[in-house]
């Protein structure tokens, strides 16, 4: 089992780096957007695991996207975008999407149903992990614009 994870997270690495190559994304982040996914389909993967669940899955590793993102952007000093849109693509519900419509098509409207409710409730689940990660770090930015402005000297304090 531990060489499965292993090769589905190298593998979710190179998935990434290659949608940001189509994506056409700056290459000096390409790697680092691949280390984002990977981390994100490793999380993945562990949480379903635990779990059992897709939705808890999918919210823990666009949690850890979210907060690397955030963390990438201020190290490189670029936007979170660049970081975020590459790192939640291994939890984009697409299976169940296409499960969604294979039983449309196919007549099969109770388990569409089902799988259409899971699809809005993964989606659901990544917008949410991304707004309460969005929402401390701007607690955290606005925190440090106050704490400095409260200094006599205006400066962090740190020795320089």
């Not at 060489?3 to 780096?17: E, G, P, R």
């Not at 940001?20 to 700056?26: A, H, N």
């Not at 280390?35 to 993945?44: E, K, R």
């Not at 975020?84 to 409207?109: D, E, M, T």
Request: charged share 10%.
């Amino acid at each position: 089992m531990g060489i499965q994870i292993i090769i589905q997270t190298v593998s979710a690495f190179l998935a990434v780096v290659c949608f940001g190559l189509l994506l056409e994304m700056p290459k000096r982040y390409l790697l680092d957007a691949g280390v984002v996914g990977g981390a994100a389909w490793l999380v993945y993967l562990l949480t379903d695991q635990w779990t059992g669940s897709n939705i808890m899955a999918a919210f823990a590793s666009t949690l850890v996207v979210a907060c690397i993102s955030h963390m990438f952007a201020r190290l490189f000093k670029a936007p979170v975008t660049v970081f975020l849109v590459a790192g939640i693509l291994p939890a984009v519900p697409g299976a169940s999407i296409y499960r969604c419509v294979f039983y449309v098509i196919r007549s099969g409207s109770s388990l569409a149903t089902f799988y259409f409710i899971e699809t809005l409730q993964i989606a659901g689940a990544i917008a949410i992990a991304i707004f309460i990660m969005d929402s401390i770090f701007r607690l955290i930015q606005d925190n440090e614009k106050r704490w400095k402005k409260s200094r006599p000297d205006g400066n962090s304090g740190t020795p320089g």
